[in-house]
């Protein structure tokens, strides 16, 4: 799988240095972030779960996630384009593939595109996930910690079943084999996308779809989205969320609500939901600080309701445009035994680190 991978770069390079240069920089472009940083954490696992001891480490993609891809873009006349992206994750801290069962886990799509609309074809992120940027408190950072990344966006849900086509066992924040067309007029824009469950004998297993719908204009973001999976057996999960954002001067204030429901089968159900609040204030143009807090509650058929409430503090130094320092600070309080027996009902965690775009 290396010497493939090695081979693959080797010949994406060779082709780039093939093209005139007008077309190089039309064409392709490389790019990724590096996240790096130092965590000590305490009732919290390296995966973020609820345990009993501590823990100090060098964590990859505390920040963002660590990745790099390759997009391009090519007229065809009339105004139409020919647009591609291939996106992988990587482990900054070992130089290992963040799957290694996918060359490309975040991203493979190809599609085309005009001036308002766009029609692309592969794996790519649900409709939940492509709403989150502009509405989170925190635009998606701290992906592997952020519960509107986990639990609203279903990159980590902690269901039994697998709903959609992710190709990554309990994760439905990408989706293999889609189809997704948004058609942009003003300020406003809508999405809607389909993805294949390929499986013999049943069109339904697997299968995911959804709607997105946002207006933004240059102070203010009002977004949401509603999406549909299925599991091996046509059991559904239900999700959905809303949210908004708003700017003014050197202060950006986000809200949102996310909402899921799985049938698990055997009369067996699971809803989940996350309410979020926070800000973020630019002291100079380097600086800015960020408070957020999110707010999980559980329902699982046959057990008591639980959930937590997660406080995140960050600090940000920008260097440049490409680098920065940071540092956050946050606190998680289990509710009603979220966190299991024999755990420590608070978790506290801290981390500086740098990241790098290219």
């Not at 800000?279 to 046959?302: C, H, M």
């Not at 966190?339 to 290219?358: D, E, I, L, P």
Request: with cysteine; hydrophobic share 35%.
């Amino acid at each position: 799988m290396k010497k493939e991978l090695g081979a693959l770069c080797a010949a994406l390079a060779a082709t780039t240095l093939a093209m005139p240069a007008a077309a190089q920089l039309k064409d392709f472009t490389v790019y990724g972030v590096m996240d790096l940083g130092v965590r000590r954490s305490s009732g919290l696992s390296d995966t973020h779960q609820p345990t009993s001891t501590s823990l100090t480490s060098m964590s990859n993609g505390i920040s963002d996630a660590s990745r790099w891809g390759v997009r391009g873009i090519t007229p065809l006349g009339g105004g139409v384009n020919t647009v591609w992206e291939l996106e992988s994750g990587i482990n900054a801290d070992t130089g290992t593939q963040s799957h290694s069962g996918k060359y490309f886990d975040r991203a493979s799509w190809i599609g085309l595109q005009n001036q308002s609309e766009t029609l692309t074809l592969g794996r790519q992120s649900s409709l939940l996930a492509d709403t989150l940027s502009s509405i989170d408190p925190l635009q998606k950072r701290f992906p592997d910690f952020n519960p509107n990344v986990t639990i609203g966006a279903l990159s980590q849900p902690g269901l039994t079943n697998q709903y959609g086509n992710s190709g990554l066992a309990g994760n439905a924040y990408w989706l293999d084999n889609s189809v997704k067309y948004t058609s942009r007029a003003n300020n406003y824009r809508l999405s809607a996308m389909y993805s294949f469950g390929e499986q013999a004998g049943d069109h339904k297993a697997l299968s995911s779809g959804g709607l997105l719908f946002s207006f933004e204009d240059r102070d203010m973001v009002v977004s949401g989205a509603y999406q549909t999976f299925k599991d091996t057996e046509g059991h559904a999960l239900k999700a959905w969320n809303v949210g908004t954002s708003y700017k003014a001067g050197t202060v950006r204030l986000a809200a949102s609500a996310a909402h899921s429901e799985a049938d698990q089968g055997s009369s067996q159900s699971t809803v989940q939901r996350v309410y979020s609040l926070g800000a973020t204030v630019s002291t100079t143009n380097k600086t800015d600080w960020t408070l957020a807090y999110y707010k999980v509650t559980r329902e699982r058929s046959q057990y008591a309701d639980d959930g937590y409430g997660r406080l995140i503090a960050l600090y940000e130094y920008k260097f440049s445009y490409r680098t920065k320092l940071y540092a956050e600070f946050d606190i998680t309080n289990w509710n009603d035994g979220y966190q299991g027996a024999g755990n420590k009902s608070r978790a506290t965690g801290f981390g500086v680190g740098m990241q790098y775009r290219f």
